[in-house]
């Protein structure tokens, strides 16, 4: 029996003091994220039970129970205290996934700071624009991703600590670093935590949009309410799951439920710190018994070009349930995942700003493969005609994604943005930015975005960034980025170029540019072609009309063309 | 062959290792989180511009990239042709 039960019976009975009453929280009290995720759960009993099994590259392993995970990140918030982290300030988590990353993540909240998590392959110019954004206080990190850092030190006078987790008692440590062993420190059995409220800011997420610097979006301890009642309803957590959420706490999704969804149902959650391979996946299937597997379309269609074949070597025999989420799930991997694992992964829909799940499939619910599913309960949500903002009368129209605000986890503002944040909204709808249209029997169906942003591999890029990145190299004069169409990554970035006089087309400018963008983003922002052209379709006015390039990549109409330049 | 290996390593290194982190010729680069999926695009132009080939994204696969002598066996394959 799933979690959820009927579905159509949820919808009907829904409050959200379910998941309030569920968590012993009452309106008014303390909550806080760190001490629902470690000591709430010890004191349910569940302290010697596996909370975190992590796994690491060359096969080296670390176990941490509930209650150690209790007791290292109170050494953690006790850390950050003693070097006078104060309540709201900033904390960066810049690792790979590492347990100091899912434990740091706990410690940063308990004393009412903000984790700012950010993922560890971005580039220096990545990097400052989110910490100058946020003007992070502390930057937790660890010796490989430090030089990027330091690189950029002078630029970040606010900037008060580096703190380096497996620090080389060999090496002298750099300016502003502080060297912090999470597993040897002092782990305080006795921890004041700080007494946040339901809107004490938790976390601050960066996202990008088509336009103007990234956004930090602006969550609160209140989140829980929605992260734990969708991770126990739509991932269908209980007790006895091992539970394996493939995404990286850099992002949304790897924080709402690599962290926060699974420690306050009190499951065991399995980490696995490597790049991605078929075989490797699946052994770490089998060793773990995992049955619980949230992952995305992009890792799943790299499975399916892996072959059948190679499922066969391993006993996946436990999987119970599988979820996906980053971006739109496609029906042929749906169809694929019945016929190789019994069992369809079920699409999620969501956004860094919604904070939690808003429209999915869910366990027991008839499985139209390449829909997004229903609206969870409590969710009002619905497709809106683009121009008048209102719900379209009958099914089956395409219209923009439109959800009533009011959800426990959705974003407060965008940090230093409010302006920004308040354009989300119209005619009392919230708009995720996609468009979808809705079934005669209330499926949603997704169309695309609403913009020009980039959605590769389940991250969004966007095109603004890349564009002034490419500017910043020699023999770039102009450019325009837009995405062109991957099997694997749905999405991948194409870049535009023209070059300045005195440079020439060639295979290896090609290749310097690519690797010119990688090292200062991210290789997720790293064009993956590069067209030079002698020059770009503009309008009269000179905006670029990417609108055209895009149209080219996909094949599609290119439209009107009336305000072309050169037409 | 060692030439070849000895310049994939160099560029691995130089490219996508940001600390002292030692790469030898089994050095597992994908797996071993050295080089994302998205960076083996960049690997692969390098590996078609360096030695004149084209390698079949069906061959550019995770797996064939994953360390600096698979790398090199792949790149023997093309250049045989």
């Known amino acids: 029996m799933s979690n959820i039960g009927s579905y159509d019976e949820r919808i009907k009975n829904f409050d959200w003091s379910i998941a309030e009453k569920e968590l012993d929280y009452q309106p008014g009290n303390d909550i806080n994220i760190g001490w629902y995720c470690s000591d709430r759960i010890c004191e349910l009993g569940k302290g010697n039970k596996p909370a975190l099994i992590w796994e690491g590259s060359q096969g080296q392993g670390k176990r941490y129970t509930y209650n150690e995970l209790r007791l290292t990140s109170n050494g953690v918030g006790q850390f950050l205290r003693d070097i006078g982290i104060q309540p709201e300030d900033r904390v960066c988590l810049f690792m790979d996934k590492i347990p100091e990353l899912y434990i740091g993540f706990l410690g940063v909240l308990k004393i009412g700071a903000i984790v700012q998590p950010l993922f560890s392959a971005f580039g220096d110019e990545s990097l400052i624009v989110r910490l100058d954004n946020a003007q992070t206080t502390a930057v937790i990190t660890q010796r490989k991703h430090a030089p990027k850092v330091r690189k950029i030190l002078d630029k970040m006078p606010f900037l008060k600590h580096i703190i380096i987790v497996d620090a080389d008692p060999a090496k002298p440590l750099g300016e502003r670093e502080i060297a912090f062993d999470m597993d040897n420190a002092p782990k305080p059995e006795k921890f004041h935590i700080h007494p946040t409220k339901a809107e004490s800011p938790s976390v601050l997420h960066y996202t990008s949009g088509t336009t103007g610097q990234p956004k930090g979006v602006k969550h609160v301890h209140y989140s829980l309410i929605s992260q734990y009642l969708t991770a126990k309803w739509v991932l269908d957590l209980q007790d006895s799951d091992i539970y394996w959420c493939t995404a990286d706490p850099g992002w949304v999704t790897g924080t709402s439920y690599g962290i926060i969804g699974a420690f306050s149902n009190g499951v065991t959650q399995c980490v696995l710190d490597a790049g991605f391979s078929a075989d490797n996946w699946y052994k770490f299937i089998e060793k773990h018994k995992i049955t619980m597997w949230y992952s995305a379309p992009t890792a799943i269609r790299s499975l399916m070009k892996a072959g059948d074949e190679v499922i066969k070597k391993y006993d996946l025999s436990t999987l119970r349930h599988l979820a996906s989420v980053g971006e739109p799930l496609n029906s042929e991997a749906v169809i694929w995942s019945e016929k190789v694992f019994g069992k369809p992964f079920l699409d999620t829909y969501w956004q860094t700003e919604t904070g939690s799940i808003m429209i999915t499939n869910f366990p027991g619910m008839k499985i139209k493969p390449g829909s997004m599913g229903k609206p969870f309960p409590g969710i009002t949500a619905t497709v809106i005609d683009a121009d008048k903002f209102e719900p379209f009368d009958g099914p089956g129209k395409v219209g923009l994604i439109a959800i009533k605000p009011g959800w426990p986890s959705m974003m407060r503002t965008y940090w230093r943005n409010e302006e920004t944040y308040q354009k989300k909204f119209r005619n009392g709808w919230y708009l995720p930015g996609d468009r979808s249209s809705i079934d005669k029997e209330g499926y949603f169906w997704f169309v695309g975005r609403d913009d020009d942003v980039i959605n590769t591999g389940g991250h969004l890029v966007s095109p603004f960034e890349v564009e002034s990145a490419l500017l910043e190299h020699p023999a770039v004069a102009e450019s325009a980025v837009v995405s062109k169409p991957d099997f694997v990554n749905m999405e991948v970035v194409k870049a535009f170029v023209t070059l300045k006089p005195g440079f020439e087309p060639s295979k290896d400018l090609d290749l310097e540019i690519m690797n010119f963008v990688r090292k200062k983003l991210s290789p997720l922002a790293m064009p993956q072609e590069i067209e030079f052209i002698d020059s770009l379709p503009k309008t009269r006015s000179g905006k670029i009309m990417r609108r055209i390039l895009h149209a080219k990549e996909w094949g599609e109409e290119i439209g009107d063309t009336s305000t072309l330049e050169n037409d | ?81």
């Open chain 2, 1 to 81: 062959m060692e030439d070849m290996k000895e310049i994939v390593r160099t560029y691995v290194v130089n490219e996508y290792v940001e600390d002292d982190t030692e790469v030898t010729f089994d050095t597992p680069l994908i797996s071993g989180g050295i080089v994302d999926s998205f960076s083996m695009v960049s690997l692969k132009r390098f590996l078609e511009n360096k030695y004149k080939i084209s390698i079949p994204d069906d061959k550019a696969t995770p797996e064939a990239f994953d360390s600096v002598n698979k790398i090199c066996m792949l790149v023997k394959e093309f250049t045989k042709e």
